[in-house]
Nanobody, 125 residues
């Protein structure tokens, strides 16, 4: 049974940092972090594909880092230099879709078929 459980969200001032964690059970090809602000579609933030390649949305490059601890089955998102526009519900995603390596930041949540419950990140100015 696939389960994704996120933690680590919260409120922070602009310029601050947060670290999100996600514990994942089940065998997956790709892993990622996505976010959804009120009234907007879910967008991809960062993805690790089955080859270990790291992919980022342009809006977070240089500020966010995705990583995975295979021994603990944990996925992380280190977020630095946070901006008010980063405010959103953040979701851990995982994929059993073999083609998930084709994900790019323009494909949104496509190629991902399992989701956590979400954790809120609020950045104040």
């Amino acid at each position: 049974q696939v389960q994704l459980v996120e933690s680590g969200g919260g409120s922070v001032q602009a310029g601050g940092s947060l670290r999100l964690s996600c514990t994942i059970s089940g065998n997956m090809y790709c892993f990622g972090w996505f976010r959804q602000a009120p009234g907007k579609e879910r967008e991809g933030v960062a993805v690790i594909d089955d080859a270990g390649s790291l992919k980022y949305a342009d809006s977070v490059k240089g500020r966010f880092t995705i990583s995975k601890d295979n021994a603990k089955n944990n996925l992380y998102l280190q977020m630095n230099s946070l901006k008010p526009e980063d405010t959103a519900m953040y979701y851990c995603g995982a994929s059993t879709i073999r083609l998930c390596y084709k994900w790019t930041s323009s494909t949104g949540p496509s190629y991902f078929n399992f989701w956590g419950q979400g954790t809120q990140v609020t950045v104040s100015s």
